[in-house]
């Protein structure tokens, strides 16, 4: 690691091959606490590039857990977090929202951690038991459309690094890693991101591998559609920018779509907004999300007639439904 780090320090780059061996030997516990905090710090300084992310993917992938769903066409919503916002858990709201509406969803997700409440949080404290047992998952799939797979339980190599994220509480590269290291590795993505140089990267490695993906960065700095802003989309078929009224709604405040300060209050307004007893903004962010989400699934939808999709999941019921009927399976 000393000659690795004095590589960085001279303001040199790692080959794709090496990140993928340092990431590996990083997993085997062969370096101690404070010298991967240092490797980690290396890149809250100096941007990753696109060799040494794919490289430190390519460790991550090769160490999971493998699950395989049959080759079941379906989508993970999933931000890289790490923008500081702490919004309410608009990606796993939209989830639910999307699997009502007939998609299947493949989420991955995790505890927070430059974040209070993380994905894995909220589904926690509503009584979701996490497993990584294949047929369990793909069966939640089959029944309710949506099944979720806890980063921890199929990244078991990261237990040497988990501590030190926590540890350190800001965003580093591996919040860059968990949108791509989806051990189902779904045939649709989409994914917010906290800066358009990152974006950049993700369109280049998802279109390297032939995955069909929307890459969300809103100008005002969100992982996600906002409303408070306009926000750059990449996809296979370009790029645009979209911005409330590409949803037919108004723009939001900041205030409006706010997580709170306990996990209690994130999961209060997930269920909230799946049982349509939410505040309008709520409503709004979340359906602009699943709209982009649907649409990147049904490219020949506009956007106001996939979020009319999205709108009839929840005001059905079918949304909550899936909530309910995928906590009760795990359990």
């Known amino acids: 690691m000393k000659k690795i780090l004095n590589h960085l320090f001279a303001h040199n780059k790692l080959t794709k091959e090496q990140s993928r061996t340092l990431l590996l030997e990083i997993s085997e516990g062969k370096y101690n606490e404070a010298q991967v905090a240092v490797f980690m710090g290396v890149y809250m300084m100096r941007s990753v590039t696109v060799e040494?992310?794919?490289?430190?993917?390519?460790?991550?992938?090769?160490?999971?857990?493998?699950?395989?769903?049959?080759?079941?066409?379906?989508?993970?919503?999933?931000g890289t977090g790490g923008d500081?916002?702490?919004?309410?858990?608009?990606?796993?709201?939209?989830?639910?929202?999307?699997?009502?509406?007939?998609?299947?969803?493949?989420?991955?997700?995790?505890?927070?951690?430059?974040?209070?409440?993380?994905?894995s949080n909220v589904m926690e404290h509503l009584g979701y038991k996490f497993?990584?047992?294949?047929d369990t998952l793909r069966k939640q799939l089959e029944e309710t459309n949506i099944c979720l797979l806890h980063a921890p339980l199929f990244h078991p190599a990261m237990k040497y690094v988990a501590p030190i994220r926590r540890a350190l509480g800001?965003?580093?590269?591996?919040?860059?890693?968990?949108?791509?290291?989806?051990?189902?590795?779904?045939?649709?993505?989409?994914?917010?991101?906290?800066?358009l140089?990152?974006?950049?990267?993700?369109?280049?490695?998802?279109?390297?591998?032939?995955?069909?993906?929307?890459?969300?960065?809103?100008?005002?700095?969100?992982?996600?559609?906002?409303?408070?802003?306009?926000?750059?989309?990449?996809?296979?078929?370009?790029?645009?920018?979209?911005?409330?009224?590409?949803?037919?709604?108004?723009t939001l405040n900041p205030a409006d779509?706010?997580?709170?300060?306990?996990?209690e209050e994130a999961s209060k307004i997930l269920v909230n907004v799946l049982q349509d007893n939410c505040t309008a903004a709520q409503k709004e962010v979340v359906l602009a999300n699943a709209a982009l989400a649907i649409n990147n699934m049904s490219p020949e939808k506009s956007l106001v007639e996939c979020k009319l999709i999205a709108q009839e999941s929840i005001e059905s019921g079918?949304?909550?439904?899936?909530?309910?009927?995928?906590?009760?399976?795990?359990?």
């Open 52 to 78: 040494e992310l794919e490289g430190f993917r390519d460790a991550l992938l090769e160490l999971c857990v493998p699950i395989d769903f049959g080759g079941v066409t379906s989508t993970d919503l999933c």
């Open 84 to 119: 500081g916002k702490n919004t309410f858990n608009i990606s796993t709201t939209t989830s639910f929202v999307l699997a009502g509406a007939g998609y299947k969803v493949t989420k991955h997700g995790n505890y927070g951690v430059s974040s209070i409440c993380g994905s």
């Open 131 to 134: 497993t990584n047992d294949a």
């Open 170 to 195: 800001v965003k580093t590269f591996f919040n860059m890693l968990g949108p791509l290291v989806n051990p189902v590795q779904p045939s649709h993505q989409t994914v917010g991101v906290y800066s």
């Open 197 to 250: 140089e990152l974006a950049t990267l993700y369109q280049h490695l998802f279109q390297a591998h032939g995955r069909q993906c929307t890459i969300i960065h809103a100008l005002d700095g969100y992982d996600e559609i906002s409303l408070t802003d306009k926000a750059i989309c990449f996809s296979d078929e370009g790029e645009q920018l979209v911005d409330a009224h590409s949803f037919d709604t108004e």
């Open 257 to 263: 779509i706010y997580g709170g300060d306990t996990i």
């Open 318 to 331: 079918k949304a909550y439904k899936s909530l309910d009927q995928l906590v009760q399976m795990s359990n």
